[in-house]
Structure formats: C-alpha cells, structure tokens
C-alpha cells in the first residue's frame, strides 16, 4: 500500500474539483481526503493500492470539465493508515 500526496495548481476552486476527486477515490476504493488551500490550489492525500492512486493522479492532472489544470506536484511515500474513507476536509 502506498500514499500519495497531491497538490493541483490552476483553476481547480469553484469549479467542482474537489467533488470530482472525491468520486474518483470513491469508486477506486481509496482513503484519505481533498480540500481547497487558502492559496488558491487542491490538495489530497489518498492511501491505497499504487495502480489505483495512479489512476486518481491522472484524473487530477485532468481534471472537470470547467477546471483547468496548471500543474501538480505528486509526493509518494509509504501508506501510514489511519485515514478513513476518502471524504472532503473543509
């Protein structure tokens, strides 16, 4: 099990980001959670298989629709658990 933290840069707030990463994690099965940063970017930390958190980095540098994504700094670190079913941090 791994643990991925994420930062998203761009146009990510206001535009239904973080609900799309929360369903995303959903249906992967993932832990952790998503939150808007006081600096304008989203942020996630997310534990599960490594394929599965690959595939939700992938739907971050995607984004929705109206989103519009800049960049996005990946950290990857050994799963530490603790966190429970991937939900919204506000």
């Known amino acids: 099990m791994d643990r991925l933290h994420a930062v998203v840069r761009g146009d990510v707030q206001g535009v239904g980001f973080r ?17 808007n940063r006081a600096d304008g970017a989203v942020e ?3 534990e599960g298989e490594r394929t599965k958190l ?29 966190l429970g079913p991937f ?4």
């Not at 609900?19 to 939150?35: C, E, I, K, P, T």
């Not at 995607?62 to 990857?76: L, M, S």
Request: no cysteine; aromatic share 10%.
């Open 19 to 35: 609900y799309f990463l929360l369903d995303s994690a959903r249906s992967l099965g993932l832990h952790g959670w998503v939150r």
């Open 87 to 90: 939900d919204l941090v506000y």
């Open 54 to 82: 690959e595939r939700l980095l992938e739907a971050a540098r995607q984004g929705p629709r109206h989103a519009q994504v800049q960049e996005v700094e990946a950290d990857w670190q050994e799963a530490s658990g603790g």
């Open 44 to 46: 996630l930390v997310a």
